[in-house]
């Protein structure tokens, strides 16, 4: 029996990053998903609900998502996964890049794992398909639960909205393609967490976010 996912989210960062807590709800096994900043709130949230983190997750390389992935992983004891090694240049100038947003010091990310598209990441009893969705940035993945109809996007998709791709290596002809070849076609019941925002659902999205019709 797969197990049933639960969700909190920790909005992280001045950007309001929507760090995601996630457990199988038998086992209480989970992972932190894009951990960009404030580790204390992440692991306060990860106390409250008794979570046993056994990874972390990340979608992509941008600051606010990665920024506090190496000092998480230190503090955790647990690898990272995630995301795909086209994001590396990313993950590499993470210390530059934080500098430069005014948010402190951040580390350089080696992740214990890389991603690609078809690859399979396990939570607990929970168990995620991977999507190497490019565009916003150009290794980003999105986490799919086949069997509990859920996602996490990262900054592919928003309610509303997709991912800016104005960033160094970003493509927006790219991210549209995956969005409708790849993440849409997941089905209209599919609900997600983004990396910003409300949460939503893909049919909503593929009904009336003005940037998939047509």
């Known amino acids: ?6 969700a909190g989210i920790i909005p992280v960062t001045p950007f309001q990053q929507n760090c995601t807590l996630i457990w199988d709800d038998a086992t209480k096994v989970g992972a932190v998903v894009d951990p960009g900043g404030d580790l204390d709130r992440i ?21 606010d998502h990665a920024a506090g992935a190496d000092e998480m992983r230190e503090r955790l004891g647990v690898p990272i996964e995630g995301p795909h090694r086209a994001d590396k240049f990313l993950l590499d100038s993470l210390p530059e890049t934080a500098a430069n947003y005014g948010l402190g010091e951040a580390r350089a990310v080696t992740p214990d794992r890389w991603l690609d598209d078809g690859d399979a990441v396990t939570v607990g ?3 995620f398909d991977i999507l190497h969705c490019p565009g916003h940035s150009p290794g980003s993945v999105v986490f799919v639960s086949r ?18 791709t104005d960033l160094p290596g970003g493509n927006h ?6 969005i409708m070849e790849k993440v849409l076609p997941l089905g209209d019941d599919v609900a997600f967490i983004p990396g910003h ?3 939503g659902t ?3 999205e593929r ?8």
């Open 1 to 6: 029996m797969p197990g049933t996912p639960r």
């Open 43 to 63: 692991e306060a949230a990860i106390r409250e609900h008794g979570v046993q983190v056994e990874k972390i997750l990340l979608t992509h390389g941008h600051v």
């Open 125 to 127: 009893g929970l168990e």
């Open 147 to 164: 069997d509990a109809r859920f996602a996490l996007v990262g900054d592919v998709v928003f309610k509303g909205s997709v991912g800016r």
């Open 173 to 178: 002809d790219q991210l549209i393609r995956a």
């Open 197 to 199: 925002g409300p949460t």
């Open 202 to 204: 893909l049919g909503e």
């Open 207 to 214: 009904v009336s976010n003005p940037f998939l019709q047509g």
